[in-house]
């Protein structure tokens, strides 16, 4: 089983940037998928991005394409997410999660099984 351990939120102006971390315990990181999913007060929770097993396909929201920027390092059990010109919509609890199949349920929060416990992200404007 992989447990999910999220780091790197914190408060930053709008146009900063910021790098999340999930560190996963186990050996079997490499044969997950993962995803990133944020939360926003009073909102539900919504798909982010998610990268395939080998890192080479990549999926995400149109909100973010051309300012994030989804990786992992399966030698460090370490999936990342680069935020780049961050705005004030942006803030919300982001949440890694993981799944071990790349299926049209990506998007979907049911489409994961594991889920780390969520780091926040503030970006004020």
Do not use: H
């Amino acid at each position: 089983q992989v447990q999910l351990v999220e780091s790197g939120g914190g408060l930053v102006q709008a146009g900063g940037s910021l790098r999340l971390s999930c560190a996963a315990s186990g050996r079997t990181f490499s044969g997950y998928v993962m995803g990133w999913f944020r939360q926003a007060p009073g909102k539900e929770r919504e798909f982010v991005a998610a990268i395939s097993r080998s890192g080479i396909s990549l999926y995400y929201v149109d909100s973010v394409k051309g300012r994030f920027t989804i990786s992992r390092d399966n030698a460090k059990n370490t999936v990342y997410l680069q935020m780049n010109s961050l705005k004030p919509e942006d803030t919300g609890v982001y949440y890694c999660a993981a799944t071990p199949r790349w299926s049209g349920s990506l998007r979907s929060v049911d489409g994961y099984d594991l889920w780390g416990q969520g780091t926040q992200v503030t970006v004020s404007s």
